[in-house]
């Protein structure tokens, strides 16, 4: 059976958007290394973490493509734990980031609230990926023609958990930056400026992926994931 217009579209976006993340967060860990440039490390990790939202669509469009058949129904779950298991630790180098540069004597404190946080989502979520998540098949939903597009149960704990990790982000690091570049001048304003556009881009494109019917306005949303790893690089590079 050959894909379908929206299966197709679904597929290449996050092939796109989970490759380049990866290829731009290994770049930037390299340069880290380089510069002797700690955060850009962390930046690296958190880019790579984010690509990898796309590997559950990206494992079911392969599956589509050479074989024929979405991921078979028995190992279903394989498509929401290789999509999830990412969001905890991409959360969790977002603090640390915004943490490291916002409230430094208090790194220590937010790191380690969302390190168990972490932990307590991806126990949850390799407990419950079979009815925490759903599994419907997007676009006209034939089997072997269109994609899986999984997204989180809104009755189970694990959602509140991820509203909770993206609302953090959203508030912590967008009032934080935008406060910093307020009080700042010249290129340290710049930078903040940068961090502050990349972090919302960041978590309004991966709610509103998780949110929207697949359709054309993919394009734009994987776009975004793309455009914001630019940002914090720029925002973080040393001067």
Request: net charge positive; charged share 10%; hydrophobic share 55%.
């Amino acid at each position: 059976m050959v894909i379908s217009n929206i299966g197709l579209l679904m597929g290449a976006t996050a092939s796109v958007a989970m490759v380049t993340s990866i290829i731009f967060g290994i770049y930037f860990i390299y340069k880290s290394r380089k510069l002797n440039a700690d955060l850009l490390l962390y930046s690296g990790l958190l880019i790579i973490c984010t690509g990898c939202f796309y590997l559950g669509t990206f494992t079911d469009f392969v599956f589509v493509v050479f074989f024929g058949t979405n991921i078979p129904a028995p190992i279903r779950g394989l498509h929401g734990l290789l999509a999830f298991t990412s969001v905890a630790p991409a959360v969790l180098f977002a603090m640390y980031l915004g943490s490291s540069l916002i409230a430094p004597s208090k790194k220590k404190i937010i790191t380690g609230v969302y390190v168990a946080l972490g932990i307590v989502f991806e126990v949850i979520l390799y407990l419950t990926f079979n009815t925490a998540i759903d599994y419907p098949i997007a676009g006209a939903g034939i089997e072997g023609s269109d994609l899986i597009d999984s997204s989180f149960n809104t009755s189970e704990i694990t959602f509140y958990l991820i509203l909770f990790f993206l609302i953090s982000a959203l508030l912590f690091c967008g009032i934080g930056f935008t406060v910093k570049a307020k009080q700042s001048i010249g290129d340290l304003r710049k930078k903040f400026v940068y961090l502050l556009l990349g972090f919302v881009i960041f978590v309004l494109c991966a709610a509103l992926d998780a949110l929207l019917t697949p359709g054309f306005t993919l394009i734009f949303i994987r776009l975004g994931m793309i455009s914001y790893a630019w940002l914090v690089y720029f925002g973080l590079k040393p001067t």
